[in-house]
T-cell receptor
Framework: GAVVSQHPSWVICKSGTSVKIECRSLDFQATTMFWYRQFPKQSLMLMATSNEGSKATYEQGVEKDKFLINHASLTLSTLTVTSAHPEDSSFYIC??????????FGPGTRLLVL | SQKIEQNSEALNIQEGKTATLTCNYTNYSPAYLQWYRQDPGRGPVFLLLIRENEKEKRKERLKVTFDTTLKQSLFHITASQPADSATYLCALFNSGNTPLVFGKGTRLSVIA
């Protein structure tokens, strides 16, 4: 089946620094990828839709200047959390869809901001 | 207001029994619904997709039903095993393959 990878799997950073998370579709091309955030015991919250070659579409309440998304190729999307603060600590997950309407999720990146 | 609810936060059942999980929604008109399995600290894994014009889908020990009148989907695991213990999420999607909303999930524990 289709595989989506994320890197890094976990990251600890100091408050005020920026963190970049990569999402790759390993064996298929994804014109659209999705970024989610999940807090403990909560549902996945869609943050933004990442479109290859164009600007990302952000969900209401998500700051586009804080969560920078770049979809440089059909297999890579990146999410940069700029000037991270402790409240940004969460589990960040990406997904990519296929023509069969199936969403394949990455393994997630756990971010801890001290 | 729009809402999606999964019947309970946690469900415990005996090994060999059928587990039934419920997903209800209000004020959405999804084109299709998906069920996922999520293990602790991992991303969700796709299980089944059911379209708005389909009543039932099966895959091995899994069965999903979709009632757009009741706005409800039921997810069944027959002959449950301890390895089925995980959190199960339902999610609604629109026709453009864009996710609308995910449920909080039901944590299933199958006891040997």
């Amino acid at each position: 089946g289709a595989v989506v990878s994320q890197h890094p799997s976990w990251v600890i950073c100091k408050s005020g620094t920026s963190v970049k998370i990569e999402c790759r579709s390993l064996d298929f091309q994804a014109t659209t990828m999705f970024w989610y955030r999940q807090f403990p015991k909560q549902s996945l919250m869609l943050m933004a839709t990442s479109n290859e070659g164009s600007k990302a579409t952000y969900e209401q309440g998500v700051e586009k200047d804080k969560f920078l998304i770049n979809h440089a190729s059909l297999t890579l999307s990146t999410l940069t959390v700029t000037s991270a603060h402790p409240e940004d600590s969460s589990f960040y997950i990406c997904s990519a869809g296929t023509s069969k309407k199936t969403q394949y999720f990455g393994p997630g990146t756990r971010l801890l901001v001290l | 207001s729009q809402k999606i609810e999964q019947n309970s936060e946690a469900l415990n059942i005996q090994e060999g029994k059928t587990a039934t999980l419920t997903c209800n929604y209000t004020n959405y008109s999804p084109a299709y619904l998906q069920w996922y399995r999520q293990d602790p600290g991992r991303g969700p894994v796709f299980l089944l997709l059911i379209r708005e014009n389909e009543k039932e889908k099966r895959k091995e020990r899994l069965k999903v039903t979709f009632d757009t009148t009741l706005k409800q989907s039921l997810f069944h695991i027959t002959a449950s095993q301890p390895a089925d213990s995980a959190t199960y999420l339902c999610a609604l999607f629109n026709s453009g393959n864009t996710p609308l909303v995910f449920g909080k999930g039901t944590r299933l524990s199958v006891i040997a």
